[in-house]
Nanobody, 123 residues
Framework: VQLQASGGGSVQAGGYLSLSCAAS????????VAWFRQAPGKEREFVAL????????YYADSVKGRFTISRDNAKDTVFLQMNSLKPEDTALYYC?????????????????WGQGTLVTVSS
């Protein structure tokens, strides 16, 4: 499966952005897509994930209530709606996929990665 992320940009604190992750070559609904982010000088951290078959979602505590992950079956695309953005949300955001349904939040568990898209939140 090939993943392509898009939608980053610059916004002031309190604003919103929406990221997209287009998945091509996916042949099974037993698939999990996650968003990770990496700020300068920090390790890549889990943000949110969605199970493709059931659309069950899971969030990191730091974004719960502000971010929403969803998927569009017809477009084979996963979205990350980010509201009430904070300067600490500034990072490169990556979408990642794995060929199973599992609650994994570690980057090493994911075998497909899109390129990063930069989100910058100014105070």
């Amino acid at each position: 499966v090939q993943l392509q992320a898009s939608g980053g940009g610059s916004v002031q604190a309190g604003g919103y952005l929406s990221l997209s992750c287009a998945a091509s070559g996916r042949t099974s609904s037993s698939y999990t897509v996650a968003w990770f982010r990496q700020a300068p000088g920090k390790e890549r951290e889990f943000v949110a994930l969605i199970f493709w078959d059931s659309a069950i979602t899971y969030y990191a505590d730091s974004v719960k209530g502000r971010f929403t992950i969803s998927r569009d079956n017809a477009k084979d695309t996963v979205f990350l709606q980010m509201n009430s953005l904070k300067p600490e949300d500034t990072a490169l955001y990556y979408c990642a996929g794995q060929n199973t349904i599992a609650l994994h939040t570690t980057a090493a568990d994911f075998n497909s990665w899109g390129q990063g898209t930069l989100v910058t939140v100014s105070s």
